[in-house]
């Protein structure tokens, strides 16, 4: 009769994970190192504390701010006694766990001796399960004499996706809704929705982000040494186990390590050492036997963090150590600007075990760090993209003494403080294109942005301090011309024009004239966006965009509707409700306008829904 082997005693930590981690970038106001300086600020790197935070934020130029759901935490009468409470202060947790960085140990590493822990995580599952369903479906419909799916329509059976949700609906469980059916037809299916770069041609897949959930799920397992390789030898030999191509690549070290663990081992007999956990204490303290309870706290987190270099590798950057376990809030300030960061949080637990001194018998409380499962990545780019305000205050004068036409305007105040040139633009009138005249590059970055406008040398005159004031020499008494300003901040983003004015002499006054024909905020591409009423003395008023259709010579008009998605959802699954159809009591007005009579007349546009439920 056989007999297995005595069951070991398995060790297991189970650390609450960090959920809902994001990080984000927060620009405050431009300093000259902001690409090349990473020092970040010791006062506010990796603090939770609010009040802090709020009193320095004026004073960092730039941080990534971080906010999570803290770590679930279940507590017990013991899990403060007087060990614990005296490493895990607020105060001291800082310097304990910058101290032991090498001494924290991930909750998966925390086993008992013989055994090998396995975290899978199968990546490729969407694909896969897409791949499942399409092959099944094709086979099953073969088998029961349906037609090949490569032909559109044969007698007898169509391949359709309504007659293949139907046929998964007959062939799986009750359990299965209809509903979930037809839409995995829809999105799951790989390569049914696609799109392409414009530069390159290349198509590019997408996926929901309810399908690419399943790639985070992940599963922890514990397995003993000696019957390591026969268990993984198992699972790999089922094609369609979740974790068959992860579990292949470990075949040949899982052999090495249960031969070695059966070589070492006695069958049938537990040794004394295989009941002891493996934990690296960071403190060892003696104790007297009735006084000490194991525990185990939360007591901070740790941010680990990685840049993005430039031959697409990434470094490993000293991490962020927030101390407590109530706060949902950190700040990282050691970063630089354009930088790409990647970023994933573990919970740090202090744990307390009590151990016995074999030769003494004396008691001690070994404590050791250790941290939960990472979280999901955030990435974040260091950059701000918000552009600068034009120049405004702006004021003509008529230098009587010199004969020129001084522009003058004011400085733009921003909390951000990168404005770096100003650009004026000249023409002529509205139906032309502005010119640049000058451009005033006080640029003092170290490391300046690459320009995406490259402007002619001899229009930009380089200076280190900025000048608000432009002498047009071309302009003469008989001159009429349009002026406008735009700036340009240190990362290359470039403001919308400044309001634009119309400036002539006026001999008869002897004095120099100028109206308004434009406010500021219109495009570069398009000045005449914000035309006001008058700009054009020949035809008046004159807007870039009409709310209308002008048509002439027609009786009759012929609308049609053909949208490229019959149903919108959110990210829930939520109907948007972008449109409305007949059922639903939607309707659109078509107003048509006779000129020549001044007579209207409305029109009820209704869209009918003719999908069966």
Known sequence: MPISYPSKVVTILDVPEVHKFKARFKYNFFVTDEKTNDSGDARLHGSSDAELKNSLRKRIPRWVEFRFDPADVRTNNSVDNEFVKKISDPKNVQRIISENLDKIQKEIDVASKGYSTLNLQDRSIAYKASQLVRFSTRVRGRSLGYKSPYYKKKRGWQYTRSNVAKLLNDITSDYISGKWLIRAMGSLRYRSVFYYRTRSGRRRYYRPRWVRKFRSIKQYVQINDKFLHDILIG??????????????????????????????????IINDYEYAPNITPISIDRVNPGEFTSAVKIIGYIIDKWELQPNRSYKKCDPVIVAGSNSGIAVDTKIKYGAYYVYRIRAIALAQFQAIDEETAQLYAISGLISSRSSRSARVRCKEYRPPTPPSDLDFVWDYEEKKLMIMWSFPVTPQRDIKRFQVFKRADIYEPYELQIEYDFDDSEVPDPRSEQPRRSRVIDMEDPMTIYWDEEFTKESVAIYSLCSIDAHDFSSNYSAQYAVWFDETKNRLMKKMISPSGAPKPYPNFYLCEGADPVNGEINLTSDCMKDSGHTSCRIFFDPEYLSITGENDEELGLWSTLQEGGSYKLQIINTDRQKSQLVDIKIDDLRTK
């Open 235 to 268: 699972s790999v030999a089922d094609p369609t186990s979740p974790y068959m191509h992860e579990l292949s690549k470990k075949i040949k070290d899982a052999e090495q390590i249960q031969e070695s663990a059966r070589k070492d081992g006695t069958p049938g």
